[in-house]
């Protein structure tokens, strides 16, 4: 597995990485309409593009397949973290956060799905609240979660 930095060519593929994961992965804790509001099967390339330039976006690739992304902006925000259906559990996610994590100094705060949540419980984030957010008109369950590094002198 190799972990790169994001480059405008990959951001279809992690749009249709997206859109299958979540319909896949996350379906066992949320509803057909929940996923379709989360995931629909047209999303902006252009916006998220953008999105990916403006963060520290990173890839995940097995070979030339892209297995998983992820992004965080300069305030700490850990945006997406996405892995591929067949990769689940293979230490992608994790590899992929190890680099997120490196671009920021202190808190980093997400917002955490049902599927998510015991993923960013094991590397040490906490729960703040869990909230009901609105996709198209329909309510999902998700968890702000955060992580504070201490800096040991």
Not at 46 to 75: C, H, M, P, R, Y
Request: hydrophobic residues 40%; contains cysteine; neutral net charge.
């Amino acid at each position: 597995m190799i972990i790169r930095k994001y480059q405008t060519s990959d951001c279809k593929k992690l749009a249709e990485l997206f859109y299958n994961t979540v319909h896949t992965i996350n379906a066992k804790d949320y509803t057909q309409e929940q996923l379709n509001a989360w995931a629909p099967d047209q999303i902006d390339l252009e916006e998220w593009n953008k999105s990916f330039q403006e963060n520290f976006t990173f890839v995940a690739l097995d070979n030339k397949t892209i297995i998983g992304f992820g992004d965080i902006d300069k305030t700490g925000f850990l945006n997406r973290l996405f892995i591929h259906k067949d990769y689940q559990r293979m230490g992608v996610a994790s590899a992929i956060c190890n680099e997120l994590e490196k671009t920021v100094q202190g808190r980093i705060l997400t917002n955490a799905s049902i599927t998510a949540k015991p993923f960013f419980e094991k590397r040490g984030y906490k729960v703040i609240k869990e909230q009901q957010v609105k996709r198209q008109g329909v309510e999902l369950t998700n968890f702000l979660m955060s992580f504070d590094f201490v800096t040991i002198l």
